[in-house]
């Protein structure tokens, strides 16, 4: 199976900028779209950016778009959010996956936190 690890979260004011990265442990996920995803406390997860296996269709929620942006590197089997003009509503634990999700695959996660 292929595992993935999400690095990059931290604490930023608002208006600020983060890159995420989610690493792959196998070339395997190149076949698959890939997604990042999302969980504020007290609320669900939720789908933030997806792209294709060949990185070409990117979609993304309506809260972020404009904003952020997801692309995928298959040389170094990593996908990336970028992440701009953050908001305080953007703070949540934030995972990669697969589109649609492989439900035994959630990682631990990256901590984003947005505060003044």
């Known amino acids: 199976q292929v595992q993935l690890v999400e690095s990059g979260g931290g604490l930023v004011q608002p208006g600020g900028s983060l890159r995420l990265s989610c690493a792959a442990s196998a070339t395997a996920f190149r076949v698959y779209a890939m997604a990042w995803y999302r969980q504020a406390p007290g609320k669900e997860r939720e789908l933030v950016a997806s792209?294709?296996?060949?990185?070409?269709?990117?979609n993304y929620a309506d809260s972020v778009k404009g904003r952020f942006t997801i692309s995928r590197d298959t040389a170094k089997n990593t996908v990336y959010l970028q992440m701009n003009s953050l908001k305080l509503e953007d703070t949540a634990v934030y995972y990669c996956?697969?589109?649609?999700?492989?439900?035994?695959?959630w990682g631990q996660g990256t901590q984003v936190t947005v505060s003044s």
């Open positions: 996956n697969r589109a649609p999700p492989a439900q035994g695959s």
């Open positions: 792209i294709s296996s060949g990185g070409f269709t990117k």
